[in-house]
């Protein structure tokens, strides 16, 4: 079987490379012609949601996540893979190849200003202007389902039933509980799920990753006896706000935090670098948003290292659930060809306030029927989180964080595994983006990328790299020396060419100021190198320049801030009592207080 897989995936490599335009649906017909010949690999897309870079065990995490580590040995684990500082963005990116701006999702709309939504690529919407990698595998043959977080539109002709998926079970909103069906923040009235694109209810006893799995295997056995492959779709809601998990799985991280973020920090990192996903010698250097540990009192600390617990339950409780779809898919003969890819949407979530206790706090989360008592924390009912200082530890040796574009935003795990893959157990460490998902899946499938046109409608074409050769250890590095991948969100900007990266980041974490950096040997971007390589500075500087004019990426409004932008689309989408909007602005913008407070001494 082993070598039957292997002669299979380089016949699909080499029909991949000499196709042209086009949809190569005629692949399923063939074989069928000759049944258990040749047959096309099924395909598992799992999406971690603020997954941190090192929050697994195979890059460096101390959590238990032994069926990610199985996978991590079944095929090559990147560590130098990027994708959207935010979730939308990521996603619109991940399942078309196309940045995120051409293909309508530049931000999130809960954060798109007035201004911008005036255009029509700034709606926070996919377009119809971008074919999706299921409306593509679904044209060729493959049954093509999903189960979980969507964020990409909430209306009737948005939903994922209407882009490619046959069978569905989705979460519109950005975010929502894990044991109910309740909104998360005051922006939503209700927390949004369909099936099918029909309005959908969730069971008594749902808790999201279990959920979520148990869909997936429903959807796979519905059709198992047809004989076509499918794709899968399965994008978490762990580890979103708010952090929730089984206590089963909160109970072993009871004492693993009481040190503190920092020496988390350090942990990861010299785990990281004792596995090869880290450079050694590098500099790893608290944030400026990270407060002290010794400074807390007891009763404080005991508090924050049980938030660190549930957070570790809840990723965990995901890996868990992963090892059930695989055990599944090996119970019915179907893990030998199938493939997986394992990636986050972006970096940790921060956002979580640094005194869970305060009473802006605690009126925000009485108001949204939760509560944050210690004894229950992350249980049903509960409302969990981490803050800057423990995300701190989840980018672990990383910069910043989701909503920033330092590497702690961007840079996340990804794993490609498969018993067909022809190496395994290997670390890449070449640069990769997040619409390289996309063409990669479309080459190990046989299934060509469209042209100018689908469907009878002109549409933006692949951007992504075909990460095969990568995969196949043909090459080292899949761009170029002079490839540019440019990125934006809300003002904050990068551009990543060879081993280097430019940055800039607006407040309140940055100061609208590039920087460069090398981020092969400083993934800790702990070296700024403008003023040593100003050349490279300014050509970099040009290209991100024709990346915006390519992109028609749109300038920010004056005085726009990312949080602000939510809170006062909250107040337009129907939260009126002033106090309320007050009090979840301080608690949105406090994590970031002792960031000032530093720096202004």
């Known amino acids: 079987m082993r070598t039957l897989c292997l002669a299979l995936l380089s016949h699909l490599l080499i029909a991949s490379a000499q196709a042209s335009n086009g949809l190569t649906g005629q692949i399923i017909d063939s074989v069928h012609a000759q049944p258990g010949k040749n047959d096309p690999p099924n395909v598992v897309l799992i999406l971690a949601d603020d997954l941190g870079f090192s929050d697994i065990a195979s890059y460096g995490s101390e959590i238990n996540t032994p069926s990610l580590s199985a996978l991590a040995e079944l095929g090559v684990s990147f560590t130098n893979y990027h994708t959207a500082a935010n979730c939308a963005p990521a996603r619109a990116m991940l399942l078309t190849g196309v940045d995120a701006h051409l293909a309508g999702v530049p931000n999130i709309p809960e954060m798109l200003a007035p201004e911008q939504q005036q255009t029509a690529h700034y709606q926070g919407v996919l377009g119809r202007n971008v074919v999706t990698v299921a409306t593509l595998l679904e044209d060729a043959g493959y049954h093509t389902y999903m189960a979980g977080k969507w964020h ?155 938030r660190m617990a549930v957070y570790a339950g809840m990723v965990e409780a995901m890996d868990h659930h992963i090892g059930r779809l695989v055990r599944h898919l090996k119970a019915q003969g179907l893990f030998e060809n199938t493939l997986f890819i394992f990636t986050s949407d972006n970096g940790a979530e921060a956002s979580g306030p640094s005194d869970p206790d305060n009473f802006a706090t605690r009126r925000m989360l009485s108001s949204l029927g939760y509560n944050s008592e210690y004894e229950t924390l992350g249980l049903k009912g509960s409302y969990s989180s981490i803050s800057p200082s423990f995300a701190s530890a989840a980018v672990s040796p990383l910069a910043d964080y989701k909503f920033y574009v330092g590497e702690g935003g961007m840079r996340v795990p990804m794993i490609v595994a498969g018993a067909s893959l022809p190496r395994q157990g290997i670390l890449s460490d070449a640069f990769s983006f997040v619409t390289d998902i996309t063409p990669t899946i479309l080459s190990l499938t046989g299934v060509n990328a469209p042209g100018k046109r689908f469907a009878g409608r002109p549409i933006e074409p692949i951007i992504g790299k075909n990460l095969v050769p990568l995969l196949r250890g043909d090459v080292d590095r899949i761009y170029s020396e002079n490839d540019a991948v440019g990125y934006e969100l809300a003002g904050n900007a990068a551009l990543f060419q060879g081993d280097y990266k430019i940055v800039l980041n607006r407040r309140p974490l940055g100061d609208a100021r590039w920087r460069l950096f090398n981020i092969k040997r400083d993934p800790g971007e702990t070296h700024d190198l403008s003023r040593q390589l100003p050349e490279r500075l300014q050509t970099m500087l040009s290209a991100y320049e024709r990346y915006t004019a390519d992109n028609k990426v749109l300038p920010i409004p004056p005085g726009y801030g990312h949080l602000e932008q939510l809170f006062l689309n909250t107040v337009r989408g129907g939260l009126r009592e002033p106090l309320l909007i007050t009090l979840i602005t301080l608690l949105m913008l406090a994590p970031f207080y002792v960031y000032f407070r530093l720096r202004s001494r």
């Open 152 to 306: 990409l539109g909430t209306d009737s002709g948005l939903l994922p039933s209407t882009r490619g998926f046959e069978r569905t079970v989705a979460l519109a909103d950005s975010g929502a509980d894990n044991w109910e069906q309740r909104p998360y923040i005051p922006i939503y009235k209700a927390a949004h799920w369909f099936a099918d694109g029909e309005v959908y209810q969730l069971p008594e006893d749902f808790y999201s990753s279990r959920f979520l799995v148990d869909k997936t295997i429903e959807f796979i056995d519905s059709n198992a006896e047809d004989g076509r492959p499918f794709f899968a779709y399965l994008p978490f809601q762990a580890v979103h706000i708010p952090v929730q998990a089984p206590q089963k799985f909160i109970d072993p991280y009871m004492a693993v935090y009481d040190d503190g973020w920092t020496a988390i920090r350090q942990q990861r990192y010299q785990r990281a670098v004792a596995l090869g996903v880290t450079p050694p010698g590098i500099d790893l250097v608290d944030m400026k948003t990270t407060g002290s540990w010794s400074a807390l009192n007891e009763e404080r600390q005991r508090y924050e290292a049980k």
